[in-house]
């Protein structure tokens, strides 16, 4: 949803620590991350600067219009320029993590005393964090990868056990990979009225009931991490099924396979 963690921090004597900090998506309005999008590094040399306004060169230009997105050193709201002060900042520098097109995280540099830097020392600056990012990206992708890898062994196990058995799908909760497949707690399998259960679940009147309200939702795959949100009769059911992942097998019968969290 967009809040922020303060995953690694170099502090100096003076300063305060920040490390492990949670902060909400506010803290960074919309048009800020499209900015930070933009314009990879930000410089903010000393909050208790006085704006200057843009003049016209020539009358009748609209200076209003004028895009600075691209500036150096742009004025920034008088709301930021309060955030600075309470935490006792006077010169900032944020550096981009740009992950795929979408902003991974910031770099964020202060310091007590207004600080001037060179464009040499941004360029360079900036040049680190497209680094930076290109690592996180190679990092995730890797993960990506072997997590498709792992699934595919656990589906491949699973179609086995099936093949060396009588192949209905009650067999599915003898196996364990049926809960390995989607890191789940718990998960039922329903075919019409009948019902198998392995791990942490609700009971088999409850799973029925929810079995029920998927069916009518018509959704094939259907995943929430709020279930109480949709179905409030989950709103008693955290321990068991605070979030579920449901795949509906047929469209005509009600044969569902439902994992818990």
Do not use: K
Request: negative net charge.
């Amino acid at each position: 949803q967009g809040h922020g963690e303060v995953l690694a921090e170099s502090v100096d004597e003076g300063y305060d620590s920040y490390a492990g900090h949670h902060f909400p998506a506010d803290d960074i309005p919309v048009q800020a991350r499209t900015l930070y999008l933009t314009n990879q590094i930000r410089v903010i040399p000393d909050a208790n600067y006085e704006p200057v306004p843009l003049l016209a060169a020539y009358p009748g230009v609209d200076v209003s219009a004028i895009d600075q997105s691209l500036a150096a050193v742009p004025s920034v709201s008088p709301e930021h320029v309060e955030y600075m002060h309470n935490m006792g900042t006077l010169a900032s520098m944020s550096v981009s993590l740009v992950v795929q097109g979408r902003l991974w995280g910031l770099i964020s540099c202060h310091d007590h005393e207004p600080r001037h830097l060179p464009v040499q020392t941004r360029v360079a600056c900036e040049h680190l964090g497209r680094l930076v990012a290109m690592q996180i990206a190679a990092g995730e992708t890797a993960r990506e990868a072997a997590t498709r890898l792992e699934l595919r062994h656990l589906t491949l196990h699973l179609v086995a056990a099936l093949a060396e058995s009588d192949a209905s799908l009650r067999e599915l909760v003898a196996q364990p990979e049926l809960l390995q497949l989607a890191r789940a707690d718990g998960a039922a399998v329903v075919l019409d009225d009948a019902c198998w259960l392995v791990g942490d679940t609700p009971d088999i009147d409850t799973v029925r009931a929810l079995a029920g309200w998927l069916a009518g939702s018509g959704e094939t795959l259907y995943a929430n991490d709020r279930l109480a949100d949709a179905w409030p009769a989950a709103a008693q059911l955290q321990s068991t099924a605070a979030g579920i992942l449901a795949l509906a097998i047929s469209g005509v019968h009600r044969h569902q396979i439902i994992w818990f969290r």
